[in-house]
Structure formats: structure tokens, C-alpha cells
């Protein structure tokens, strides 16, 4: 069965610092894989998708950056974080021939940023 | 305007009442219908999917589209203070490959 993976799971971060954000699956291959923010009272907001290895499409220009050095391991980062980067971050994968695109979410990464 | 419309709430209900949850949507190339559920601090979870106009029953929940009226329910029968949580439409179609989310409704069922 397929897992996904994300950490860690809460984060506190002073701003102007780094960020990294992890997020892996198992028991699928080539799966696409996205990045949503989730703010309150705002829904999912989707920042980054990727359909392979090096492929990162860019959704919401921004101070965040995503990369996928590995065909199961997605990853978001910040050179400086700003206080509008708070939120709780969610990391998907789907199925590259789904017809109707379900995605399977992990369990967040929850960032504060002070 | 939004493509999707979602009635924050927060909703209150009893235990064991029917719960009806809206979406109303802009875009008529949409043809899959989702609803995600999700508990607080967690990721959403797929409860149910429907592909065009119609209804589907599992259990408890119905989800049902209209695509004349660009509107699309969830109704929870039997509501139990388990089902509290957060519930998102989800939609897909058209030209793009990205699943547009609703802002989600926040349900609050009372013992």
C-alpha cells in the first residue's frame, strides 16, 4: 500500500531563516507530487507540482522553492523566510493516469514563523 | 470571482441530524467532484467522488451534482460527533490538471 511521508511536523522559525520541508511516498512509482499551503479561512492554495524527477511547475510566485532530486521525495524550501510563509503545509501525490486526479495527502508540516 | 464557493461555517449540529455541506462552482469544463474530509491538524482525506451529474451513496454520506445549477451537496445522515471536522469540495476538469478546492465548511456535531 502507499504511504506518504512528511516532517517534520511542527516548525518554528525565526524570520529571515532557512526552511526545508520533507516529504516522501511509498509503494508507488513516478507518482505526480504537489505542495499546497493551507491558511485559515483560505483553502488549499497550491504552490508547486512536479510530474518527474527535475520537473517543478511553479504555481504562486513567491520566496518558496520546490525541488524533486529523487522520483519519490519532494522538497520545499526558503532562503528567507517572511512572516506571511506561517501556515500549515500540505505535500500529495497522485496517480499520473488517474482519470479524475484523486490525491492522497500527508499529514502536514505545520510552520510558525516569528 | 472564485471558480469554487464554500460556506465556511462553522456548522453546529445535534448527533443524529442530516447534514447538508454546498459547493457552488464557475467553471463548466469541471467534471470530477470531490469531497475531503479533515480532522483537525491533519491532511484531508477523500471521502467521496462523483464524475458528472448524479448522485452516489456510501454509508452515511451522499454526494450529489447538479452541473445545470453548477452546484454540488454532501449530506451526512445519522450525524455522529466522529464526523466533526473540516469538509472540502474538490474539482477537476477541463484544460488543467489541478484539483480547484473549496475553502472547506467546518462541522461541529454536538453529543
Known amino acids: 500500500s502507499q504511504t506518504i511521508h512528511q516532517w517534520p511536523a511542527t516548525l518554528v522559525q525565526p524570520v529571515g531563516s532557512p526552511l526545508s520541508l520533507e516529504c516522501t511516498v511509498e509503494?508507488?512509482?513516478?507518482?505526480?507530487l504537489y505542495w499546497y499551503r493551507q491558511a485559515a479561512g483560505r483553502g488549499l492554495q497550491l504552490l508547486f507540482y512536479?510530474?518527474?524527477?527535475?520537473?517543478i511547475s511553479s504555481e504562486v510566485p513567491q520566496n518558496l522553492s520546490a525541488s524533486r532530486p529523487q522520483d519519490r521525495q519532494f522538497i520545499l524550501s526558503s532562503k528567507k523566510l517572511l512572516l506571511s510563509d506561517s501556515g500549515f503545509y500540505l505535500c500529495?501525490?497522485?496517480?499520473?493516469?488517474?482519470?479524475?486526479?484523486?490525491?492522497?495527502f500527508g499529514p502536514g508540516t505545520r510552520l510558525t514563523v516569528l | 470571482q472564485k471558480e469554487v464557493e464554500q460556506d465556511p461555517g462553522p456548522l453546529s449540529v445535534p448527533e443524529g441530524a442530516i447534514v447538508s455541506l454546498n459547493c457552488t462552482y464557475s467553471?463548466?469544463?469541471?467534471?470530477?467532484f470531490m469531497w475531503y474530509r479533515q480532522y483537525s491538524r491533519k491532511g484531508p482525506e477523500l471521502l467521496m467522488y462523483?464524475?458528472?451529474?448524479g448522485n452516489k451513496e456510501d454509508g452515511r454520506f451522499t454526494a450529489q451534482v447538479d452541473k445545470s445549477s453548477k452546484y454540488i451537496s454532501l449530506f451526512i445522515r445519522d450525524s455522529q460527533p466522529s464526523d466533526s471536522a473540516t469538509y472540502l469540495c474538490?474539482?477537476?476538469?477541463?484544460?488543467?490538471?489541478?484539483?480547484?478546492f473549496g475553502t472547506g465548511t467546518l462541522l461541529a456535531v454536538q453529543p
Open positions: 500529495a501525490w497522485s496517480v499520473p493516469s488517474g482519470s479524475y486526479n484523486e490525491q492522497f
Open positions: 509503494g508507488t512509482s513516478n507518482p505526480n
Open positions: 512536479s510530474v518527474g524527477i527535475g520537473q
Open positions: 467553471n463548466s469544463a469541471f467534471q470530477y
Open positions: 462523483t464524475y458528472s451529474s
Open positions: 474538490a474539482m477537476y476538469g477541463g484544460a488543467t490538471n489541478k484539483l480547484i
